[in-house]
């Protein structure tokens, strides 16, 4: 995504990307499953940070943070073609934890 921003007088170009998840039953890509909960951390310095993301509206821009308590991160859950998404990310790596598998599934390890 290329979102332009003003700083003061100046123009700044940000580019950002996305983690999208396709959630699948095992050995069967064409069986989509909805409902799965996922929440997406990174370790920085040995400490686990959740990611947190604020939707834009017409007084707040799109903003991602890092929590420490899980509580408090974006859980994202897949919809009908077994599609969820993180955005607003910068280049690294990162995790995905399943909080919640859709019914009659486990979580995954």
Do not use: C, M
């Not at 420490?68 to 934890?97: H, M, P, R, S």
Request: hydrophobic share 30%.
């Amino acid at each position: 995504t290329d979102t332009t921003t003003e700083t003061g007088k100046e123009e700044e170009k940000v580019f950002t990307s996305k983690i999208t998840i396709d959630k699948y039953q095992e050995g069967e890509t064409t069986t989509k499953l909805p409902d799965a909960k996922f929440v997406l951390y990174k370790v920085v310095e040995g400490k686990t940070l959740y990611y947190q993301y604020t939707e834009p509206s017409a007084d707040v821009i799109a903003r991602v943070s890092w929590v420490e308590d899980i509580a408090d991160a974006t859980e994202v859950t897949t919809d009908d073609n077994g599609a969820a998404e993180f955005k607003g990310l910068k280049n690294g790596v990162y995790y995905l934890l399943e909080t919640e598998a859709p019914e009659g599934y486990n979580l995954l390890d």
